[in-house]
């Protein structure tokens, strides 16, 4: 049995389209359209994905940041919907976000011992010896020493700000971590450095990531199952292992194909991806077909009329994909 902390099923988040001097609305826009997935206990989840697609909203709606306009989200097996006002305090206690950008997730005029100890004292850790105990022993987990406490956020590398950002989730022990690209601003032996960090700590907190990234090559080393996201549907769903080894979505491959690598480099292979000239679809305009066939190289006049349907081609692998049995 899987012991799933957090899932969703057919989660929707539209945005409405207004239009005219009184902005009156004329339409949705569909940016997260009928997610679902379920997170397990200690795993970690990475949702690839283009600029655009949709992966941060849906972090934001599962934050509760932003309302969602349909759909189940359910925590320990509990439907949000159903939840006290304390229990959904408890459930977003126990869920902390690394965001993008770590300079703007750090107040400019507080010192990093300001920005450790505020959620501590939000959490109901009155006692200062104990929030001072607390805030060293997570800097010495994530690598910082008692020098930097005394320092503010400008004053600090990216790499530096990213482990402050880090060590801020970790002081009130949280179940999930979400992580929204925590390492695309970082350089490429920074980025090493941070992911094997967060497996690390994984590992000896047990606890259970959602990672949200565009560079298939970024999760391939900590991932367990990738989601590919495209247009705000999950186009592809698979271990890990499976997604690099079996991809079956055109636009996986496409994904994989496109991330850097230093083969390419040293062959002077160039970066020409399998993508037909085309605008992605308005998401505030129906579409009849796969969302994908306007760059698809090999879509029909079928996938032009017809939606696709997820659907199991090996065990644990959906895809959505008309010819995902084809080799293509």
Not at 139 to 149: A, I
Not at 181 to 210: F, R, T
Not at 234 to 260: C, D, F, M, Q, W
């Amino acid at each position: 049995m899987k012991d799933i902390i957090l899932s969703c099923e057919e989660l929707v988040k539209q945005y409405p389209v207004k239009k005219g001097l009184f902005n009156k609305v004329v339409g949705q826009k569909n940016i997260v359209d009928k997610v679902s997935f379920e997170l397990e206990k200690g795993k970690t989840l990475a949702i690839v994905g283009e600029s655009g697609c949709g992966k941060t909203v849906l972090t934001r709606v599962l934050l509760g940041i932003e309302d969602k306009t349909d759909g189940i989200i359910r925590f320990d097996g509990k439907s949000v919907d159903d939840m006290s006002s304390s229990e959904k305090k408890n459930m977003r206690s126990k869920i902390q976000m690394i965001f993008q950008d770590t300079l703007g997730s750090l107040h400019p005029r507080m010192s990093i011992r300001e920005s450790l100890e505020e959620p501590l004292i939000l959490n109901g850790v009155t006692d200062k010896s104990e929030r001072e105990k607390i805030i060293l022993d997570t800097l010495s987990q994530v690598g910082m020493s008692s020098m930097f406490l005394d320092r503010y956020p400008h004053q600090l590398s990216g790499g530096q700000r990213q482990r402050i950002v880090i060590a801020r989730c970790l002081v009130v022990t949280p179940e999930i971590i979400f992580a929204d690209e925590p390492i695309s601003a970082l350089d490429v032996s920074l980025q090493a450095q941070v992911i094997n960090m967060l497996m690390d700590l994984q590992e000896k907190y047990k606890l259970s990531m959602l990672l949200i990234a565009h560079d298939l090559a970024v999760v391939r080393q900590i991932a367990d199952r990738i989601m590919i996201m495209y247009f705000g549907q999950i186009v592809e769903s698979a271990p890990g292992s499976e997604i690099y080894k079996n991809a079956r979505h055109p636009y996986t491959k496409v994904l994989l194909k496109a991330a850097p690598s230093i083969s390419k480099g040293l062959e002077d292979a160039g970066f020409d991806i399998d993508l037909k000239p085309g605008d992605i679809p308005d998401p505030s305009q129906k579409m009849e077909g796969c969302p994908f066939c306007t760059k698809c190289i090999y879509a029909d006049e079928h996938c032009m009329k017809v939606k696709p349907e997820a659907r199991e081609v090996a065990p644990g692998h959906m895809v959505l994909c008309h010819k995902a049995e084809q080799n293509l």
